[in-house]
T-cell receptor
Framework: DTGVSQDPRHKITKRGQNVTFRCDPISEHNRLYWYRQTLGQGPEFLTYFQNEAQLEKSRLLSDRFSAERPKGSFSTLEIQRTEQGDSAMYLC???????????FGDGTRLSIL | QKEVEQNSGPLSVPEGAIASLNCTYSDRGSQSFFWYRQYSGKSPELIMSIYSNGDKEDGRFTAQLNKASQYVSLLIRDSQPSDSATYLCAVIKAAGNKLTFGGGTRVLVKP
């Protein structure tokens, strides 16, 4: 069990640029989640995959956001035309069942200049 | 009303004392409850899960769940300076998959 891996750990970009984050879940976990956390707040749900199917998306996930999990293994989260308000920690988590604990990766901290 | 509410703190406790953290939730059908610890700049780390009414103990941590009162708590016994962190309460609602988090309680353990 190597844990959930996220890459990159930090991303600094200029407003208007596109960014892509990657998450590798725990190998036997078929459920993968993306959350976003801003300073002083708890994480907020963005989207959820079961295997390769994206089963739920938050209203927070605007048209500029897209997530994929093409082979049911790793996932990518892309933000197009980044805005200042996108600055946050992007967290990926995985679990093996809907009610079992979700384990988080180290997160990707996005800073928009 | 927020779906999951926690006192933001800081909760200041002397080393060796018991820290008591509270969390209330609004969805009566919530079925799974979790406590995560988060150090500054780090990601949440699971410390406890609880699914049925009553107490669940794991080392120095005890989680308590009262579904009738829609209340879940965490006790940290023999608090250590290394316990200084933000503690996040999270629930999974009925027929749901995602975690809904409270805003977290910041705990400071003073030597």
């Amino acid at each position: 069990d190597t844990g959930v891996s996220q890459d990159p750990r930090h991303k600094i970009t200029k407003r208007g640029q596109n960014v892509t984050f990657r998450c590798d879940p725990i190998s036997e976990h078929n459920r993968l989640y993306w959350y976003r956390q801003t300073l002083g707040q708890g994480p907020e749900f963005l989207t959820y995959f079961q295997n390769e199917a994206q089963l739920e998306k938050s209203r927070l996930l605007s048209d500029r956001f897209s997530a994929e999990r093409p082979k049911g293994s790793f996932s990518t989260l892309e933000i197009q035309r980044t805005e200042q308000g996108d600055s946050a920690m992007y967290l990926c988590a995985s679990s093996s069942s809907f009610s079992l604990p979700q384990h988080f990766g180290d997160g990707t901290r996005l800073s928009i200049l | 009303q927020k779906e999951v509410e926690q006192n933001s703190g800081p909760l200041s406790v002397p080393e060796g004392a018991i820290a008591s953290l509270n969390c209330t939730y609004s969805d009566r059908g919530s079925q799974s409850f979790f406590w995560y610890r988060q150090y500054s700049g780090k990601s949440p780390e699971l410390i406890m899960s609880i699914y049925s009414n009553g107490d669940k103990e794991d080392g120095r941590f005890t989680a308590q769940l009262n579904k009738a009162s829609q209340y879940v708590s965490l006790l940290i016994r023999d608090s250590q300076p290394s316990d200084s962190a933000t503690y996040l309460c999270a629930v999974i609602k009925a027929a749901g998959n995602k975690l809904t988090f409270g805003g977290g309680t910041r705990v400071l353990v003073k030597p």
